[in-house]
């Protein structure tokens, strides 16, 4: 035990009032003696400070009456301004006298616990008092250490080296945006050595946009798309070649376009490279057809991503091209493409439409400009409806194919606003000169209006085939 001026031996002075554990467990700031400067001096001379000890009486002090101790002794009026140090475990110092011997009217100076509810050696510190916490935060607000280096958000380096994975492209290259292709925003760009890039025309990501619908995988089964027309002359092949081309050109997988004419069909005549082949005679050879390699020999490809299978030319046999020959040429294509394009005939009710309808996952439908063309390709949709392919009607796409050009007195915008109530889709493909040859196509050649609607047409088909 550690006392502070120990005094003489001796008989101890009598003071009054008496001051014991019990009453000091008891006594409130308020009940605390009113003391004159003179009466403190006379009770304790300067620099003798008394010492009150609980040692001797464990018996009769409890944990409870040291805490009231502790309390009445922190929060009193004399002490509340003066600091409070920790002077070991199980220990609670108060505030020193000066100089004077003056502590706020007490005369109390410290009070030690030893051996009263006292924790063993090598208990743990929360025992203690801690100044800390009885102190409160700090004056600046901030929270204590070990508080502030748990910071929301904050992300530690990892140990140990790094994994080969972590060098990522879009960790180690700096990112630049992408020349402008073409117009006024090209020419500033390279005019100011790139400095300058104001980025392309909404014109241009509008197309880069579609092009990325075009691009979409449609998992792995193969899609059959007909292009169908009740009246002949109004670019049903010319419909199917664009489409093709386009989707060929934008996509990474395989896709035919088939001609399925029951008469002479054209197809063949549109599309550039030529075949030893043709349908018919892949339907003599199905058998023996178990490669990409075999069937190329069959289809035609010449400046153009896009393969052709193309019908006879001779019309006697040509007819005999029917459902059951449709159904087999199909299955051997389904094997190695993704989309299959059916350039189907003008009779709805031919042997062959019934295999190229029941297959079918989306329909173009191609008009011309004209009325008696508009009017036949909405009887085709009257049609489907009528033999229960509502499901056709709702995923329809319908071309309005301005090969005439615009000289003519019929509005269009009356035709487009017709289909529009009937189909989701509708395509305008403007006049072009290029088409209108009636030659092979070539897509380099087409006007930007044109090769614009083409892109639009194969984005809304393959937007209808995702949706299976």
Avoid: C
């Amino acid at each position: 035990m550690t006392q502070t001026n120990t005094p003489k031996p001796g008989p101890r002075p009598d003071r009054s009032p008496s001051i014991s554990s019990d009453s000091v467990a008891h006594l409130s700031p308020s009940d605390a003696p009113d003391l004159s400067p003179s009466d403190a001096a006379g009770a304790a001379p300067t620099g003798d400070i008394s010492l009150v000890t609980v040692s001797d009486a464990q018996d009769r002090t409890s944990a409870g009456s040291l805490s009231a101790v502790s309390g009445a002794v922190q929060h009193g009026p004399a002490t509340a301004a003066m600091p409070v140090v920790t002077a070991g475990p199980g220990t609670v110092s108060l505030p020193e006298a000066d100089e004077a011997g003056e502590a706020g009217g007490a005369g109390v100076a410290a009070v030690e616990t030893e051996g009263v509810g006292a924790e063993p050696a090598g208990a743990d510190s929360a025992g203690a008092v801690d100044a800390s916490a009885a102190a409160g935060p700090t004056p600046g607000g901030e929270p204590p250490a070990e508080e502030a280096t748990d910071l929301p958000g904050r992300r530690e380096k990892p140990e140990g080296p790094e994994p080969a994975s972590a060098l990522t492209a879009d960790r180690l290259l700096t990112r630049t945006a992408a020349a402008p292709v073409s117009g006024w925003r090209r020419w500033l760009y390279q005019a100011t050595l790139g400095y300058v890039n104001v980025g392309d025309s909404d014109q241009v990501r509008i197309q880069r946009a579609m092009e990325h619908r075009i691009a979409m995988r449609l998992g792995e089964r193969t899609r059959y798309v007909p292009v169908l027309s009740r009246k002949g002359g109004v670019g049903k092949t010319t419909v199917t070649t664009l489409l093709g081309m386009v989707l060929a050109e934008l996509r990474e997988d395989r896709v035919i376009a088939m001609d399925a004419n029951p008469d002479r069909g054209t197809l063949s005549d549109r599309s550039p490279g030529r075949a030893d082949f043709t349908a018919r005679q892949l339907v003599k050879d199905r058998f023996t057809v178990d490669s990409f390699a075999q069937l190329s020999n069959y289809t035609a490809r010449d400046g153009s991503r896009l393969d052709v299978l193309a019908s006879d030319t001779d019309p006697m046999v040509a007819h005999a091209f029917d459902d059951a020959d449709y159904r087999a040429v199909t299955d051997i294509l389904g094997r190695y493409y993704s989309i299959v394009l059916t350039d189907s005939g003008t009779g709805m009710v031919h042997s062959v439409m019934k295999g190229t309808l029941e297959k079918a996952d989306a329909v173009v439908l191609v008009s011309g400009g004209s009325v008696d063309e508009a009017r036949l390709a909405s009887e085709t949709l009257s049609w489907l409806e009528a033999h229960g392919r509502q499901d056709l009607v709702a995923k329809a796409t319908v071309v309005i194919n301005m090969a005439a050009g615009d000289r003519t007195l019929v509005n269009i915008d009356e035709i487009e606003q017709h289909f529009l109530s009937r189909v989701k889709n509708v395509v305008r493909i403007p006049h072009d000169r290029h088409l209108a040859e009636g030659s092979r196509i070539r897509l380099g050649q087409l006007k930007p209006a044109t090769r614009a609607a083409a892109v639009e047409l194969a984005a809304l088909v393959v937007d209808e085939l995702q949706q299976d």
